[in-house]
């Protein structure tokens, strides 16, 4: 059975999830990534009514298939919860595309390609991560088998291409790949335990998906299997990038894997995109970065999967202080292109140096707007938190420069806050990491530093 062009026929993946649902996007999200899929996040409740931004370049993406893990109704308590109504989530839910695989409601839903009828498969009550592993696996399997026959109109095929990625399943459940990426992206540039299990975790993945390849080099998932190694051997540099540690692989040998991955395999956008971001760790490499990133961008300008590769290059600049006009130009591009917080946090620090005060104040409220109902729910994570913090401290400032003193106390002290409350009553940490929530609140809080927030609150005083 010949399956031309699968890297395109699964190229992207839209989830949709209602905040209290994240952990569930996270987890699915990842193995995505892992494989090399682009993914794209959908926050259910804020939607807009076109299902759309019309403001980001990016609002009119196509992808290749769509899941939402958001529950298809909601009770009175989430409803109050997320500050929604039955009505307005009805409607949103109702909007969602067709061909939407749901994962909710313990069951894994599909319409069937023939009756139209729903199918479903009982997978859990709850979130896919504390699952037995053996659930956990035969879960994604369904979710994998329910996708690809959506995307071929075949059963038949989706359970063959399905069964061929099982190993890669299995990796990532059993070495949970879910947990260590995002904590790459929670704790970074700084060493803990977090990080560290997080290198463990890859390279013992890495070895593993190497073993394999020889076996899947004349399936058709071999790309994603090829992808997965490669991406693998990334994060564990990227492990050792914060752990200060000299890189576990060779630069030059990882770029050369990832290019022969790109020729064998030109129409494999996210290879590009790793290929620039195994410059990472050598910030003498920018100018290779940048042409890997540019070379991944054309094709996707237009689409919302361009905004971290553009943020990326801004970042990339941004290392260069002669070139703050490409910096600037390139975190604009990733603004519009998909409205993130991180993108949102640089272009306000290059306000707050160009002495634009206001426009300053505007985008760090931004954020704090961006992440109010998270933070309200309780159910912010670790780096959300990071951000609020440095963007209420960052506020503080400027309003001690520009003399408005009360203001410049009332934010320090909210950013005080974040470290001394936020942290401690947030249930995101027992729900993503249960036992382990204590010490993972104290890498979180290790890296929070309260000295400059004290301080502006002290100047502050005493210029009143």
Known sequence: MAFEGIVNDLRSVKIFHAIIDRINYTYLAEFFRFMGVLVCEEILVEMKEDNSNQNEIGHNTKYNAYICVAKKTLDSDEMQALNVSAVIYDGIISRLPEETLYLCDGYIISPDSDTGEENKDIFSNGLIKDLPQAAQRECMIKLLTGLFGKIYQDSGRGQVIAEQLKELVNIYVENKLWLHSMNLQYFQKRKSFAVAGAKEAFLRSHNEVKELLDGKKDLPVNPWYQYAWLWCEWKVDTACDYKKDISYFSVDKLVGRCSKLIEEYPEFDNAEV?????????????????????????????????????????????????????????????????????????????????????????????????????????????????????????????????????????????????????????????????????????VLSNRLDPKMAEWLRQNSEMKM
């Not at 290392?319 to 917080?341: G, N, V």
């Not at 704090?368 to 990071?386: A, G, Q, R, V, W």
């Open 274 to 442: 790793l290929l620039g971001l195994c410059y990472d760790s050598t910030p003498n490499r920018t100018n290779a970065a940048l042409m890997a990133f540019e070379q991944a961008v054309k094709r996707m300008k237009d689409e919302c999967f361009a905004a971290p590769v553009y943020y990326w290059m801004g970042r990339r600049y941004e290392a260069h202080p002669d070139m703050i006009k490409y910096t600037k130009h390139f975190y604009q591009l990733a603004a519009k292109s998909r409205m993130k917080f991180r993108t949102i946090f640089k272009l306000a620090v290059l306000a707050r140096d160009e002495e634009d005060y206001d426009s300053t104040i505007r985008l760090f409220d931004e954020i704090i707007s961006k992440l109010d109902l998270k933070l309200t729910m309780k159910f912010t994570d670790p780096l959300e938190l990071e951000y609020l913090f440095k963007a209420y401290t960052q506020q503080s400032y400027v309003y001690n420069k520009t003399g408005q003193n009360k203001k410049a106390i009332e934010v320090a002290d909210k950013a005080k806050r974040i470290k001394e409350e936020y942290i401690k009553n947030n249930h995101y940490f027992e729900v993503f990491y249960g036992e382990s929530a204590d010490e993972y609140r104290e």
